[in-house]
């Protein structure tokens, strides 16, 4: 994944910079790096940031850059921002999204005269560099970016940093926002909508699928039209999202209280109506599943994006919220960062310490964001016994995940197998599988379903599981289901 944000202004922005790129480190994992355009011209900063914030990593650069305007960004891979030179004149350029067709890109690039490109190791190429060279195929910026979305497969969204202002491209299915933010002789771009509050910006607008607009001190211009269809990713929702940032008008904590608040409802019994309209019911009923008539003493979300999400399910089933462990903040980092899934699995242990008063003797149920390896849920739920819980009951806060995403990097697997589902499936079903099969693994009503989940429930020895169903989930987030991007749970693209 990664995160972006552009500002440009009358006076000096290089402090607005600085801090609205450093409230996207949620997203990144590698690199993050920050360019200006000003009376000395261009000026770039890149660093790596795996052991260290972002901030520590550029206090240094905000002494020496200066300018009017800048782009920053946090990248899982690629460093960036890229200084270009070419045909189309000198820019900046960071970007966010993946390329599915990048050989073929590449080739096309070679054959069109474009003599090399700068080899990352492992022999990949960056892609921001790729996107550069394609823009750079066309006769103007604007016919570039347009190219580009054309051209990729998969999502990329381009911010281009030149003297006139900063081009602003979202990707053509609007998997990730672009928003605009506004206060007095400047303007901001931003991936997330809560980055440029604390510096006195307020909402201008939010650019629509594929929209380019040139964004300057003096206003922004769309230079073209939104596209109908949107398939914005749902994930942003239930995992990526800072909880106090918009998405297409949904707030990522008030959407996981919702969330929480359906997966007590699903287990209460009721389906989806209000349990507190129920005959007979009221929200402060002890929670009885159907299945394996469970009576939690608490509820607990997994840190951080678990926590509204166990919100909503106490709010509306009675159950006390509680923190039954502690995330350990000063210095440990999301467990997505770090390239190592044994270095991973280390931070996502030694950062949680538990609570033993709130832990022993205790019926437990737990929300966790989603299961993907399964490696972590299942050493944390080990932790948990070990403390003296009696039970642990586990409800994921959305589907189970089936396909790796093919748009945004949000897996770094290599494989779908790496995913606890598929090995189930395909220990189930050998070489058979199919589309047809996985669709019917996806399918919460039916057979496969129910014995992938009660596998996936032993082999983590969860006491209950039950997932998020995906109807529930776009319920969840409020936007029709036509413009969500659910593919990592049903495949569809």
């Known amino acids: 994944m990664g995160g972006f944000f552009g500002v440009t202004s009358r006076e000096d922005c290089v402090m607005d910079l600085f801090f609205g790129t450093d409230y996207h480190s949620h997203l990144g994992t590698r690199r993050g790096g920050m360019a200006v355009y000003g009376k000395n011209g261009f000026q770039r900063s890149i660093h790596n940031i795996e052991n ?47 390329i599915n067709n990048e050989e073929a890109l590449i080739q096309q690039a070679f054959e069109n005269g474009h003599i090399h490109f700068m080899e990352m190791s492992g022999g990949r190429i960056n892609a921001t560099e790729l996107t550069a060279s394609i823009i750079n195929q066309k006769q103007s910026l604007m016919e570039g970016l347009l190219y580009a979305q054309e051209l990729i497969e998969g999502s990329m969204t381009i911010l281009l940093l030149t003297p006139e202002g900063i081009y602003a491209s979202r990707d053509r299915y609007g998997r990730t926002p672009v928003v605009v933010g506004k206060k007095e002789n400047a303007y901001c771009v931003s991936f997330e ?3 440029y509050i604390n510096l006195g910006y307020h909402d201008c607008t939010e650019l ?3 929209e380019i607009a040139l964004v300057s001190s003096s206003g922004i211009q769309s230079l073209s039209q939104s596209r109908k269809e949107m398939k914005i990713c749902s994930f942003l929702w239930v995992y990526y999202g800072y909880p106090t940032s918009s998405y297409e008008g949904v707030n990522v904590e008030e959407m996981r209280y919702r969330c929480g608040e359906i997966l007590a409802k699903r287990d209460i019994g009721c389906g989806r109506g209000s349990c507190s309209q129920c005959p007979g019911r009221t929200k402060t009923m002890e929670t009885k599943d159907t299945a394996n008539n469970i009576s939690p003493d608490i509820v607990a979300g997994i840190p951080d994006s678990g926590i509204a999400h166990a919100i909503g399910y106490a709010n509306e089933s009675g159950i006390p919220f509680a923190r039954p462990f502690i995330k350990y903040t000063p210095t440990w980092p999301r467990s997505f960062m770090p390239q190592n899934q044994s270095q991973r699995n280390l931070i996502a242990k030694m950062k949680l310490i538990p609570v033993d008063a709130l832990i022993r003797g205790k019926s437990l149920l737990l929300i966790d964001d989603s299961i993907v390896r399964g490696t972590q849920l299942g050493e944390t739920t080990e932790f948990l016994y070990q403390s003296g819980a009696k039970e642990v009951h586990i409800r994921p806060a959305c589907p189970p995940l089936l396909f790796g995403c093919k748009y945004l990097n949000f897996s770094r697997s290599n494989s779908d197998l790496d995913l606890i589902t598929r090995r189930i499936i395909r220990e189930r079903e050998g070489d058979r599988v199919s589309p047809e099969l996985l669709a019917d693994y996806a399918d919460p009503d039916s057979q496969n379903y129910a014995e992938m989940v009660e596998e996936i429930r032993k082999r983590l020895n969860f006491t209950s599981l039950k997932f998020h169903r995906l109807d529930d989930l776009i319920e969840s987030i409020g936007l029709p289901e036509d413009s969500l991007c659910t593919y990592c749970w049903s495949g569809k693209e």
């Not at 920053?72 to 960071?94: F, R, T």
């Open 208 to 210: 629509g699928p594929g």
């Open 193 to 195: 909508s809560f980055a």
């Open 52 to 98: 260290s914030p972002f901030r520590t990593k550029f206090e240094r650069d905000v002494e020496e850059l200066a300018g009017t305007s800048g782009i920053g960004s946090i990248s899982d891979n690629e460093p960036q921002p890229l200084l270009i030179q070419s045909h189309l004149g000198s820019y900046a350029i960071v970007t966010v999204g993946k």
